[in-house]
């Protein structure tokens, strides 16, 4: 019994493991958002910002930056489209947030990786960079 217990404690620490070292590869995430308008579904949101400006992308790009464990995955403001990763506190799962600018609009779709839910953490984060650029 406790070769059991041991054994399903190391499957745990192996998953929470493989979450947190995953790699991401760029191609299957960082691609361009196809965004209509606002959408909220389990484990993602999709906003169309309607006018942000033509500097919006610079301006959440600095937002997004800013944000605690957010990095960078893939893009730039100069080619038009930045994907970000933001990892969960406690356990590291990655979310990913595709920003692309078109025209004066900003297209974002963020979601999740692992799991079918995020509980609106996704919507939660993309609604707060939306404040902080005052759309």
């Given at each position: ?57 610079a301006r959440l790009d ?49 979601r999740l990786r692992f ?21």
């Amino acid at each position: 019994m406790k070769w059991l217990g041991f054994l399903l404690i190391l499957a745990l620490l192996g998953g929470l493991a493989w979450i947190r070292l995953a790699p991401s590869d760029p191609a299957r995430w960082h691609v361009a958002p196809a965004v209509d308008g606002d959408e909220d579904r389990p484990g993602a949101a999709m906003r169309r910002v309607a006018g942000a400006g033509p500097d919006a992308l610079a301006r959440l790009d600095a937002i997004a930056r800013a944000t605690p464990r957010t990095s960078v995955l893939a893009g730039s403001v100069a080619d038009g489209m930045v994907t970000y990763v933001t990892r969960s506190r406690v356990f590291g799962f990655p979310d990913y947030s595709t920003v692309r600018q078109e025209g004066d609009d900003l297209l974002i779709h963020a979601r999740l990786r692992f799991g079918q839910s995020d509980m609106g953490v996704n919507r939660a984060r993309v609604e707060q960079w939306l404040r902080r650029l005052g759309a």
